[in-house]
């Protein structure tokens, strides 16, 4: 089985509201549209840490692939880096983890389209089991455009923009992620 798959736009899945089971109040609802890509991954030995689960670092690996590929289908991945010379750098991230993943694990990452202004990019991922539809974890991060020849934030081109804005009305959600937004505090 290959490491990892990219579906990107518009190949066809079930719904998302069909991961959506009583009892289960993490799986998937049906708050989304739909995601700009899922990904595919399979989590490996090497990846597992001494309690016997995925290690956090590989969260953020597998939520890294999941990037390249909504890039990718943005027209803002590695293609258009070496034709343009513009990139995005990941600026900000939170990762939320719910439940454990294990060894041999079938990951599905479901990657959304929060936002879009002139130099920044804001997106979503949920990881899920790929078998029981439980939602593993989440990540929002936040990208801004970067001019490599300077290595400063640029604007994106206009026709990159429009695009944008144009996948935005497609793939952002409905209402935002509850997790989205977050910040780590204790309780009260």
């Given at each position: 089985?290959?490491?990892?798959?990219?579906?990107?736009?518009?190949?066809?899945?079930?719904?998302?509201?069909?991961?959506?089971e009583?009892?289960?109040?993490n799986?998937?609802?049906g708050?989304?549209?739909?995601?700009?890509?899922?990904?595919?991954?399979?989590?490996?030995?090497?990846?597992?840490?001494s309690?016997?689960?995925?290690n956090?670092?590989?969260?953020?690996?597998?939520?890294?692939l999941?990037?390249?590929?909504?890039?990718?289908a943005?027209n803002?991945?590695d293609?258009?880096?070496e034709?343009?010379?513009?990139?995005?750098f990941?600026v900000?991230?939170?990762?939320?983890?719910?439940?454990?993943?294990?060894?041999?694990?079938r990951?599905?990452?479901?990657s959304w389209?929060l936002?879009?202004?002139?130099?920044?990019?804001?997106?979503?991922?949920?990881?899920?089991?790929?078998?029981?539809?439980?939602?593993s974890?989440?990540?929002e991060?936040?990208?801004?455009?970067?001019?490599?020849?300077?290595?400063?934030?640029?604007?994106?081109?206009?026709?990159?923009?429009?695009?944008l804005?144009?996948?935005?009305?497609?793939?952002?959600?409905?209402t935002?992620?509850?997790?989205?937004?977050?910040?780590?505090?204790?309780?009260g």
């Amino acid at each position: 089985m290959p490491f990892f798959r990219i579906d990107a736009l518009h190949r066809q899945r079930p719904s998302p509201t069909s991961l959506t089971e009583a009892g289960f109040p993490n799986k998937l609802c049906g708050i989304m549209s739909k995601p700009v890509t899922e990904m595919e991954a399979v989590v490996r030995p090497e990846w597992i840490d001494s309690n016997g689960h995925l290690n956090l670092a590989y969260y953020v690996v597998v939520f890294d692939l999941a990037t390249d590929a909504l890039y990718a289908a943005l027209n803002i991945g590695d293609a258009y880096r070496e034709a343009s010379g513009f990139s995005c750098f990941t600026v900000e991230t939170h990762t939320l983890y719910e439940r454990e993943v294990h060894d041999g694990d079938r990951l599905l990452v479901r990657s959304w389209l929060l936002g879009a202004d002139t130099k920044r990019l804001h997106y979503f991922h949920e990881m899920f089991h790929a078998d029981s539809g439980e939602r593993s974890a989440v990540q929002e991060l936040l990208a801004l455009h970067i001019d490599m020849s300077i290595r400063r934030v640029a604007p994106f081109p206009p026709d990159v923009h429009t695009a944008l804005q144009r996948a935005l009305k497609t793939h952002a959600p409905a209402t935002p992620p509850k997790e989205a937004g977050r910040r780590i505090a204790l309780p009260g």
